[in-house]
């Protein structure tokens, strides 16, 4: 059993795929993607992407489709990963990775590169969103001036990126729909 989502904007604007029917899987809405992708309009063309936690691969998509310039999409569950893999080409999306992976594995190595935007939306009520910014800012998964989207069950705080980071972390958009906090924040230069 399968369910869809559809690509708001770009090239591939209108395009509908499939994705796992996994318990706790739930893709962002097109109301918050089409927002997220709104704040990004002048800065998705030739980035860098890191889609963590990437479930139905419907933002990992959304960035291909918006000129990405490379896309890695991390997600643990096998089935899940086969769709987004099954996806990636229907598209032909060479500059898209499919990384069958947990996040944290991912994300407990240095990396090699930075990424210019990195999209974090882990299940909810598990408090993983701290764990993740943390890895991404102490292995270089981010430099300085990199946005981080962050889609969470409760509101990010300024206060709360303060405790944790200091002034690495500023928050530069942020918007909630229905149950979904969601937020866009910059590592500081």
Partial sequence: MTNTFKIIGGEHR?????????NGLRPTPNKVRETLFNWLQ?????????????GSGALSFEAFSRGA???????KNTHACSIIEKNKRILQAKNLTVI????????????ITYFDIVLLDPPFNKGL????????IENGFAN?????????????????????FGKKLSINKQKKSGAVHYCLIQLQQ
Avoid at 144 to 164: H, P, Q, R, V
Wanted: charged content about 25%.
């Fill in 14 to 22: 209108g395009r509908k795929f499939s994705f796992a029917n996994t």
């Fill in 42 to 54: 002048f800065e998705t063309q030739g980035k860098t992407f890191l889609d963590l936690f990437s």
């Fill in 69 to 75: 310039k490379q896309v890695f999409s991390v997600e």
């Fill in 100 to 111: 069958n992976q947990d996040a944290f594995t991912f994300l407990n190595k240095h990396s």
């Fill in 129 to 136: 969103i701290p764990k993740a910014l943390e890895l991404i």
């Fill in 144 to 164: 300085d001036g990199s946005k981080i989207y962050a889609e969470s069950e409760s509101k990010i705080t300024l206060d709360f990126l303060m405790t944790n």
